[in-house]
Nanobody
Framework: QGQVVESGGGLVQAGGSLRLSCAAS?????????MGWFRQAPEKEREFVAS????????NYADSVKGRFTISRDIAKNTVYLQMNNLKPEDTAIYSC?????????????WGQGTQVTVSS
């Protein structure tokens, strides 16, 4: 089973920026898969944030992050990124990435442990 590991979370003031990374383990062909970022705040359900297809040619975003977050990928590094700008306190959550066979984002092949993002007001 493939594995992905997130990094880049931390504490930032409102209006600040962070870049999250989601690196796939050696041998896991995440570069051939659609990738999604999700987040879960305390006492809330997990929600979709952004997704990207295998070659980066197609992306989708939740309305709450459009214009502020950008998802991208480096196929050579087998890594997906989430650039988060103009962060708001309501963006505070654990952010996780997942790999999927396609952009339908059904039946993930891998889930990460998540990285904490905290935005102070």
């Amino acid at each position: 089973q493939g594995q992905v590991v997130e990094s880049g979370g931390g504490l930032v003031q409102a209006g600040g920026s962070l870049r999250l990374s989601c690196a796939a383990s050696r041998g896991f062909r995440a570069y051939a898969m659609a990738m999604g970022w999700f987040r879960q705040a305390p006492e809330k359900e997990r929600e979709f944030v952004a997704s990207i297809n295998w070659n980066g040619g197609s992306t989708n975003y939740a309305d709450s992050v459009k214009g502020r977050f950008t998802i991208s990928r480096d196929i050579a590094k087998n890594t997906v990124y989430l650039q988060m700008n103009n962060l708001k306190p309501e963006d505070t959550a654990i952010y996780s990435c997942a790999a999927y066979p396609d952009m339908k984002l059904v039946a993930p092949t891998a889930w990460g442990q998540g990285t904490q993002v905290t935005v102070s007001s």
